[in-house]
């Protein structure tokens, strides 16, 4: 069995053109970062164990991969950047990542991305993506194959937002 999570990056600081000209350099709120650590606390005794994780480069999802790689503080997952997870995500390209990661030894490898590109990816892998998903921001989603990604053959485990969670 292969698990493959799927998260929404946490509460990032509003679009403000003039102090983030980019907004890729968006970054999260420190109460977001606060909140996301809630929630990786409640799912981590409940099947969450990632080994590998690949995140937009964007400040915001790099932020959320790294404190989901410091929550693993006996053996944090490396963290890799990903063009294909930016807004638009491509789900070839990601999908191709991950069974390499597979190929490796990885059994738990984690996806922080944008929505609506989470939403529309978990779509695509458990169903024909006509279903209708929607990741709130800190969502997670578990979705598990036999042994490699292959769209439209995934099982969804669980999504949990931080407010189903209490956080």
Known sequence: ??????????WAEERDSAL???DSKRPLTSEGIARFREVLNAIRP?????????????TRCEQTARLTSE??????PPIELLEALEPGSDLEAVVEWTNRQISVGHDGVAWVGHAPDTDDLAALLIGDGKGLL???KAAVALIRFEERVVPGEGELRWLVTA?????
Do not use: C, E, Q
Not at 1 to 10: K, S
């Open 163 to 167: 407010k189903i969670l209490g956080v």
């Open 134 to 136: 929607r990741f709130a």
């Open 1 to 10: 069995m292969m698990n493959l999570f799927i998260i929404r990056h946490a």
């Open 71 to 76: 929550a693993f503080k006996k053996n944090p």
């Open 20 to 22: 983030w000209p980019d």
């Open 46 to 58: 409940r099947g969450f164990d990632v080994s590998v994780i690949g995140t937009s480069p964007y």
